[in-house]
C-alpha cells in the first residue's frame, strides 16, 4: 500500500506536495517567484507552509507535514501557521506561498494576525496564492481527465485577488500586488528536460492570471 502524502489537522489540508525538482519547467518558475520575493526581504526571514521548496534567504521555515523538511537545505520546523511557535516581532519578513486555500476560511484571519505578531513594525509579509479563474479550471479538468494529476485536495477552493488582498489589508499596508501567469502553465508539469527551455516564453506571456502575488508591510 503507498504511503499517505496528505492529512487533515484541525481542518488544514497538509501534505507532501508536488517534487518541484521533477518538473524542470516549474523548478525554473519557483526561482524566478523567489526572485521576485528576494526585492522584499529583510531581516530575518520565516517561511510558513514551504512544502517542498523554501526560498534560499530563508533563516527558517514552518510546515504542517513534519517530513516536508526533508525536502530543504534551510532549518526548518513542524508547526501550525495558525499558532506560530515564534516570539513577537522575531522576524523582518514573512513569506507564504500558495497555502492559504489550504486552511478553512474562518481560520485564515489568524495566519495573518500570527504573521503580524511575529514581524517587527515595518516588517513585510510576501504572499503568493493560486487565483481561481476559467483558465485554471480547464487546464486542471484536462489533466485530470488525462490523468497527469492526482487526488484534488484542494477543498475549499482558491482565494480570488480581493480575497487575497483584503486578508492581507485587516492587518499590514498593502505595498505591492499584481498577478502571474501564463499560458504555458500547463507545461509546468511535464517532466521532460526540454519543458525548461519553455522558461522564457512562460516569462514573456504573463497574461493568463494563475497566481496573485502580494506584499504587507507591517505598520509602524
Ligand atoms: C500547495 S502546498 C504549497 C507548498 C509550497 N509553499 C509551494 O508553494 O510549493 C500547501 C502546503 O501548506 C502546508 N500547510 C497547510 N496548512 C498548514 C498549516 N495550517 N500550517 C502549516 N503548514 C500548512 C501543507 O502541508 C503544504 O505543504
Given at each position: ?181 501564463s499560458?504555458l ?14 522558461h522564457?516564453a512562460y516569462r ?17
Amino acid at each position: 500500500m503507498s504511503e499517505a502524502t496528505w492529512d487533515v489537522q484541525d481542518g488544514a489540508i497538509v501534505e507532501q506536495p508536488r517534487e518541484i525538482r521533477r518538473h524542470p519547467l516549474l523548478a525554473r518558475i519557483y526561482r524566478h517567484h523567489d526572485a521576485l520575493i528576494s526585492e522584499n526581504l529583510s531581516g530575518r526571514t520565516l517561511e510558513i507552509a514551504f512544502g517542498q521548496h523554501m526560498h534560499p534567504a530563508a533563516d527558517v521555515g514552518l510546515e504542517g507535514w513534519p517530513s516536508n523538511a526533508q525536502c530543504v537545505s534551510n532549518p526548518a520546523v513542524a508547526g501550525d501557521a495558525r499558532s506560530l511557535p515564534f516570539e513577537d516581532a522575531a522576524f523582518g519578513t514573512v513569506v507564504g506561498r500558495r497555502f492559504l486555500h489550504h486552511v478553512p476560511p474562518e481560520d485564515r484571519p489568524r495566519i495573518l494576525s500570527e504573521a503580524a505578531r511575529v514581524l517587527e513594525p515595518g516588517g513585510r509579509i510576501v504572499l503568493l496564492e493560486g487565483t481561481p479563474g476559467l483558465y485554471r479550471r480547464l487546464t486542471k479538468g484536462v489533466a485530470f481527465r488525462l490523468g497527469l494529476l492526482e487526488e484534488d485536495t484542494d477543498i475549499y477552493g482558491h482565494l480570488s485577488e480581493a480575497d487575497v488582498y483584503e486578508l492581507v489589508a485587516r492587518e499590514f499596508d498593502v505595498v505591492a500586488k499584481r498577478t502571474l501567469g501564463s499560458p504555458l502553465m500547463v507545461a509546468s508539469i511535464a517532466e521532460s528536460d526540454l519543458s525548461k527551455h519553455l522558461h522564457e516564453a512562460y516569462r514573456r506571456t504573463q497574461f493568463v492570471k494563475w497566481w496573485t502575488f502580494v506584499v504587507g508591510e507591517k505598520p509602524a
